[in-house]
């Protein structure tokens, strides 16, 4: 059974509007969020933490940055900023903190989801296989911008 294209639209609206929720109640950092865009086919990246989403969507959340970021909202967070394993934990923590929240979120709009245990990408990494994929780039106050991407099956 397929669904019409205003339930799609309403879901992917919810998303969208969950995941910057979810960011601005895990990150304490003032920031802006620039529009949503769609991307193409593949995505590249150096740095960043995949948490795939499953139920009523699926898809994958990824968050993106130099590790310097990451390192710089983990200093906000807790004190201090970590680099090497402590950094990708941190990484792979913060995902799961904004995706769970997202999950938390959107299921008061009836999307039922859950979240996979995060994925750590380091290196030049290229994604490719998902439907539609959308960017959101936030930048922090004194910290830097990351990209927070829904790929969306």
Same mark, same amino acid.
């Given at each position: ?5 205003? =339930? ?9 509007? $969950? ?6 109640? #895990? ?12 991307? *193409? ?6 740095? $960043? ?6 139920? /009523? ?10 590790? *310097? #970021? ?8 807790? *004190?201090?900023?970590? /680099? ?8 792979? =923590? ?5 995706? *769970? ?43 830097? =911008? ?6 969306? /099956?």
């Amino acid at each position: 059974m397929s669904i019409s294209i205003e =339930e799609r639209n309403r879901t992917v609206r919810d998303l969208l509007n $969950g995941t910057f929720t979810s960011f601005k109640n #895990v990150v304490p950092i003032k920031h802006e969020i620039k529009k949503p865009q769609l991307l *193409g086919k593949s995505l590249h990246l150096q740095y $960043g933490v995949l948490i795939g989403i499953t139920g /009523d969507i699926k898809g994958n959340l990824i968050l993106s940055s130099n590790p *310097g #970021v990451f390192s710089s909202i983990s200093e906000v967070m807790f *004190g201090m900023s970590l /680099d090497g394993d402590m950094l990708a934990s941190f990484s792979g =923590e913060l995902g799961n903190m904004i995706a *769970g929240c997202l999950s938390t979120i959107i299921v008061e709009n009836g999307i039922k989801t859950d979240i996979t245990s995060p994925t750590i990408m380091e290196g030049n990494t290229t994604l490719s296989g998902y439907e539609k994929a959308i960017q959101l780039t936030i930048v922090m106050d004194g910290t830097g =911008e990351m990209d927070i991407f829904l790929l969306l /099956d």
